[in-house]
Structure formats: C-alpha cells, structure tokens
C-alpha cells in the first residue's frame, strides 16, 4: 500500500488525492497533450487536454473531477468565464528559476477574478512559497525530494512585505504610522544633521 501523496494547502500539510495529467517525453508534441487518456479519479489536466476534450470531460469537470493546470507560455484568458467551474487550477513551474507561474497566478487573481484553489505545481521549492502565497496560491506541490514540513515554513519567512500585491492590497509606505516633523525640522531648522 502506498503512501498518500501530501501538499501544503492554505498553511497545513494535507494529503492529496488529484493526479497531475503529463505527457510522457521531454518536449511531447501538441497532439499528443490533447490526446492524453485520463484515469479514473480527480485529475489535474493540461490547458491542451482540456481545449481538445472539453465536451467529453464536462461531466467530469461539472463532478469536481477535473482541474486545469497552465505551463508557463501559456495564457489563462483562454479560459476567461470558465475557470470558476473548475474545482482547482494550477500553474506548473517547469523549473526553480522560471518565474513565468507568478504572472499567471496574479492575473488569475486580479484580473479573471478567480477565487478558487490555486496550486503550484512542478519543481515548487520552499524558497518560492513566501512570494507565492503574495501573487495567490494558496496550495503548493513540493517538489518529491524535499521536504514537505520545512517547506511549509517558508510560508512565513517574513513578518512584513514592502509592496503592495494580491495578499496585501496597500504599500507598506501606505501603511505605516509616521510622526509629524519637528517644528524646527518645518521652519527649515536643522533636522539633527551634523556638518
């Protein structure tokens, strides 16, 4: 028996019962993404599959079997109106250092307004979670070989942001209390600078 694949959702390390949807190959062909034969159970598919078999997966996807992820060329407006009725959606980063997933990710949120789970997928390291969570995601698949529980620590590495984003609406200049200058400092005195 096998052990249950686990991801971090929200700020708790759950277990996971999506499959992710991958052609085999290093650089699988068009046709053979949109061809992919789907397993029984929740399966997160590729934005190709789901253009090619989205009449025959609609049942599925009305079920809340059916999760849609997007590569890093890809672009979500191609789902614009749809992507509500998908229970999750996911953002593949094909590689540490490819930082295309964070774009996609906020304008998912910001500018299709979606509201649902909202998975990083792919090589997902511990050092990107913080940033992650700031653009959006709120579930993340570690990558295998690491470990899941420091992983989710990286969730708040910092107490405080600098600039606005998804999960932080205002500025940190915006937020902060500030005392009123000094009079002196007002009437062009010297500001406590010594020449």
């Known amino acids: 028996m ?5 991801i ?4 708790e390390v759950v277990g996971d ?7 085999a190959g290093e650089a699988p062909s068009a046709e053979d ?5 789907l397993p029984a159970g929740k399966v997160i598919v590729p934005l190709a599959t789901w253009l090619a078999q989205a009449e025959a997966l609609a049942a599925r996807r009305a079920a809340g079997e059916i999760g849609v992820w997007f590569g890093p060329d890809e672009r979500p407006e191609t789902l614009k109106g749809q992507l509500d009725a998908f229970a999750l959606v996911a953002v593949d980063f094909p590689k540490f250092t490819d930082g295309r997933g964070y774009s996609i990710a906020y304008n998912l949120r910001t500018r299709l307004a979606y509201a649902g789970e909202l998975r990083a997928i792919g090589d997902v390291l511990r050092d990107q979670l913080f940033s992650m969570q700031r653009v959006g995601f709120n579930a993340y698949d570690v990558r295998a070989d690491r470990s899941i529980h420091d992983a989710l620590k990286g969730l708040s590495d910092f107490s405080e942001t600098y600039q606005a984003s ?5 500025p940190l200049f915006r937020r902060a209390v500030r005392a ?3 009079a002196n400092v007002a009437n062009g005195g010297d ?3 010594g020449i």
């Open 33 to 37: 993404v949109a061809a992919l034969a």
């Open 2 to 6: 096998s052990e249950q694949k686990l």
């Open 17 to 23: 019962d999506w499959t992710v949807l991958r052609a």
């Open 8 to 11: 971090i959702k929200g700020r």
């Open 191 to 193: 500001a406590g600078y």
């Open 166 to 170: 998804v999960d932080q609406k205002v």
């Open 180 to 182: 009123a200058p000094s």
